[in-house]
């Protein structure tokens, strides 16, 4: 539905009663991503990862992240380890 700010303001009340939620900063970055909005994309991203680093593989694959991907920040945030 391409509603990305009413999914992201879902994302941050989540956050606000659970700051360390994976998967909430994991699909805010994907929000972000398709805004092609790649700081917050890479800050929430950031985030997710430090929490579960499994998102670190997920988003090398995840299409969410397609315009974004060939960004030196997102490369070198997904090939660090």
């Known amino acids: 539905l391409q509603r990305y700010q009413e ?3 879902s994302y941050d009340k989540a956050l606000e009663l659970n700051p360390d ?7 805010k ?14 800050e929430n991203l950031t985030q997710a990862i430090n929490l579960n680093p499994e998102y670190r593989e997920m988003a090398k ?7 974004i991907r060939e960004k030196p920040n997102f490369k070198s945030l ?4």
């Open 61 to 67: 694959t995840d299409s969410d992240f397609d315009n």
């Open 29 to 42: 970055a994907c929000a972000y991503s398709l805004q092609n909005n790649v700081d917050l994309a890479i």
């Open 21 to 27: 939620k994976d998967k909430a900063w994991y699909n």
């Open 7 to 9: 999914a992201i303001a």
């Open 78 to 81: 997904i090939e660090s380890e």
